[in-house]
């Protein structure tokens, strides 16, 4: 596709469930990063894959969340026994180059906890 | 810890206006800044970057400017027009240490008023 498309756009799990939440980057776009971002707040970073080097998982909270890129292509974030905290948009960004700038976001999977 | 700041949570203008939104950043190793915009239900986009080594840079109708000796990063929106309605965001990049990591500010509400 043209740009950067993230499933679902919205899902609402209960306490306890696991959740699945996939990113299509950009066709060629080497990195891939996934993003948190609660109701009125800024960006928070969680994951940063790019290419084959080992990811940058310094921005997970918690081990009941992880992240893989299959491929060097599509990523899924799983949060494994979701709780209310949890819940947020989801912000997939993929760019060319690692280092560029220009982060191409998708429109984010809307996750409710309840 | 260090951190990337709003000086102004909401901003309202009259179309037609120019718009200045401050940020304010801590880390003065920070050497490359960059404004997003994030309309409702969608990704953030980005609008314009600027280097540590430069002061000022212009794009269509923006401008940002970087004061690095007050840690002061400021976007300017000329001639406002209703589509400039959104939240804008400073983000912030230390490459030395954070590799293609983004740290982004809390996001300044921009209302555009007819």
């Known amino acids: 596709g043209a740009g950067v498309s993230q499933s679902p756009s919205n899902k609402v799990t209960e306490k306890g469930k696991d959740v699945e939440l996939r990113c299509d980057p950009i066709s060629g776009h080497t990195a891939l990063y996934w993003y948190r971002q609660s109701l009125g707040q800024g960006l928070e970073f969680l994951i940063y894959?790019?290419?084959?080097?080992?990811?940058?998982k310094s921005g997970l909270p918690s081990d009941r969340f992880s992240a893989e890129r299959t491929g060097g292509s599509v990523s899924t974030l799983t949060i494994q026994r979701t709780q209310q905290e949890d819940s947020a948009v989801y912000l997939c960004?993929?760019?060319?180059?690692?280092?560029?700038?220009?982060?191409?976001f998708g429109e984010g999977s809307r996750l409710t906890v309840l | 810890g260090e951190s990337v700041g709003l000086h102004l949570p909401t901003l309202s203008v009259q179309e037609g206006d120019n718009s200045i939104i401050n940020c304010a950043y801590s880390?003065?190793?920070?050497?490359?800044f960059i404004w997003y915009k994030q309309e409702s239900g969608k990704g953030p986009q980005f609008i314009i970057d600027i280097r540590s080594n430069m002061d000022k840079r212009q794009g269509q109708r923006v401008t940002v400017l970087l004061n690095k000796t007050v840690k002061h990063l400021s976007l300017q929106i000329a001639a406002t027009q209703p589509g400039d309605s959104a939240v804008y965001f400073c983000?912030?990049?230390?490459?030395?240490?954070?590799?293609?990591?983004?740290?982004f500010g809390e996001g300044t509400q921009l209302t555009v008023n007819p």
């Open positions: 894959f790019q290419g084959n080097s080992a990811p940058d």
């Open positions: 880390n003065s190793a920070s050497d490359y």
């Open positions: 983000a912030e990049n230390m490459r030395e240490t954070s590799g293609s990591r983004l740290t």
């Open positions: 960004a993929s760019s060319l180059v690692a280092g560029a700038g220009e982060l191409f």
